[in-house]
């Protein structure tokens, strides 16, 4: 039996997913969840075989998602995006994802995916497939790019401020001090060389933590 636990902010595409896969007789959807730190709890909790995330989620995003669950109980992730983008296939392979499925693809896909990231290999959709994973293995340097340098708290503090919350916001919903923000906030801003609210949301476009 593969044990499963989806991640997506839609619940919608939680019933889809979860109705589909259920078809599967040796699969078993443990859990689901709207965001990414749910997830994560989830994760510890349950102690699946596969978690099934978005790519884009409230809280921490799918990729940091797949950064902590890989940290704490190692469990091979596939990711869901709607972004055929390579450089978002390239970062969830960096973040220790073993698939990344597009949206758009068919019901099969992605029960190929589940099939082939439990039988160890990794999964990409088409046409994503080769060049992706050619890529990936081609990689020899570690990546400069100065948001690997942050913390998790760092990353979860800067998604939230992206999405516009204020330092107390943020405070209660991580069951830290407002001065502690204030601090994570100071050190992220220094890292990634921004100084305004504006930058702070622009990286995050650009990064592909914001639609």
Do not use: W
Not at 42 to 57: G, K, S, T, Y
Not at 195 to 206: D, L, N, R, S
């Amino acid at each position: 039996m593969i044990r499963i636990i989806l991640a997506d902010d839609h619940q919608m595409v939680l019933d889809g997913l979860a109705r589909m896969l259920a078809d599967e007789p040796d699969f078993s959807i443990l859990a689901t969840a709207k965001e990414g730190l749910e997830a994560v709890r989830l994760v510890e909790q349950f102690r699946p075989d596969l978690l099934i995330a978005d790519l884009m989620m409230p809280g921490i995003n799918g990729l940091e998602v797949t950064r902590r669950v890989q940290r704490t109980d190692p469990v091979k992730v596939i990711i869901l995006s709607m972004h055929a983008d390579e450089s978002y296939v390239l970062e969830a392979l960096r973040s220790g994802a073993r698939g990344y499925v597009l949206k758009e693809d068919s019901r099969t896909s992605l029960i190929r995916a589940i099939r082939e990231v439990m039988a160890g290999r990794r999964y990409l959709s088409a046409p994503l497939s080769e060049r992706a994973i050619e890529s990936y293995l081609n990689l020899h340097e570690p990546s400069a790019d100065p948001y690997e340098s942050l913390t998790a708290r760092e990353r979860e503090v800067f998604q939230l401020l992206a999405e516009g919350h204020g330092n107390k916001a943020i405070a209660d919903r991580l069951s830290i001090g407002v001065r502690t923000v204030e601090t994570h906030r100071a050190n992220l801003m220094e890292k990634l060389n921004l100084h305004t609210p504006a930058e702070i949301i622009h990286f995050a476009y650009q990064r592909g933590i914001l639609r």
